[in-house]
């Protein structure tokens, strides 16, 4: 089945609200705030705090495909990234409890994206797109998809249809193409994924000028050293960490389990610089 067709049935459509058009800093933070894409986060602090002790650990779901990680930070250290990226303290003593996300860091990370995306659009390079949240991130990479073209960069595909298998699993794992947004596919569905395992494949035919991409897609280009925009959760301490090493510059920090049509707010903000 046409993984397009398919993953396209499970999504909203993009509306007018995905046309690019001004909106002043309040309108889009409220937004963000209204659609739960900044806010109270959907993941608890017990699950933040539990995915760092993970990553430093070394548990390769935490890592993204990233090595050097996290490097001789703790968890205490790691929380305090977290909360700076987040906008928001985390209280190092709690166990429990809500993880907040304020809005203004969003909008300023997504706008330092658009710029990036601008002058590579500018210049006629090529860009990857590619997700580990085929469902909630799905309409944001098409529209940037669609944004970037319009603009004249290339947005590349490669590895399309490349296959493998992994231990006991009684399928493949196939890297498809949702439009032009890299998904990992198992023949029946885009999954959710935090491994780097496809990401390996895509860079392994052909190295873009830019990535744009989560969890492992994300982390796997990092290690790879191509440029990398990234967005993370809360929970997606990798990421920023590597951020916080040098090996990044911008990582746009937000809730990425929400509605997948409640993301315009971040592609309003990235498409203001084109």
Request: hydrophobic share 45%; with cysteine; glycine share 8%.
């Amino acid at each position: 089945m046409d993984v397009t067709e398919a993953h396209a049935r499970r999504l909203p459509p993009l509306d007018d609200r995905w046309v690019p058009r001004p909106h002043d800093r309040d309108t889009l933070e409220r937004a963000l705030l209204a659609g739960d894409v900044a806010g109270t986060a959907s993941h608890p602090l017990d699950n933040v705090r539990g995915n760092i002790l993970m990553l430093i650990d070394g548990d390769p779901d935490k890592l993204f495909g990233l090595s050097k990680m996290p490097g001789d930070r703790d968890l205490d250290t790691i929380l305090d990234l977290v909360a700076a990226e987040a906008g928001h303290p985390i209280d190092h003593e709690a166990r429990y409890g809500p993880v907040e996300i304020a809005p203004a860091p969003i909008v300023d990370a997504c706008r330092a994206m658009g710029e990036r995306l601008a002058r590579a659009a500018a210049a006629g390079g090529s860009v990857l797109l590619a997700t580990g949240h085929p469902v909630g991130l799905g309409l944001f990479y098409r529209a940037l998809e669609g944004l970037l073209v319009r603009h004249g960069a290339r947005v590349v595909t490669p590895a399309a249809g490349t296959r493998w298998r992994e231990g006991h699993l009684d399928h493949d794992w196939v890297v498809a193409y949702f439009g032009a947004v890299a998904v990992l596919f198992d023949d029946r569905e885009p999954r959710h994924t935090h491994s780097p395992a496809a990401m390996e494949r895509i860079l392994a035919e052909g190295r873009p000028d830019l990535v744009v991409a989560d969890h492992g897609f994300a982390g796997a280009a990092i290690e790879a050293g191509v440029e990398t925009l990234s967005i993370a959760d809360v929970n997606d301490p990798a990421l920023i960490v590597a951020k916080t090493q040098g090996r990044t510059e911008v990582v746009v920090v937000m809730d990425d389990h929400v509605a997948p049509d409640d993301y315009w707010p971040c592609f309003q903000a990235i498409a203001e610089a084109f």
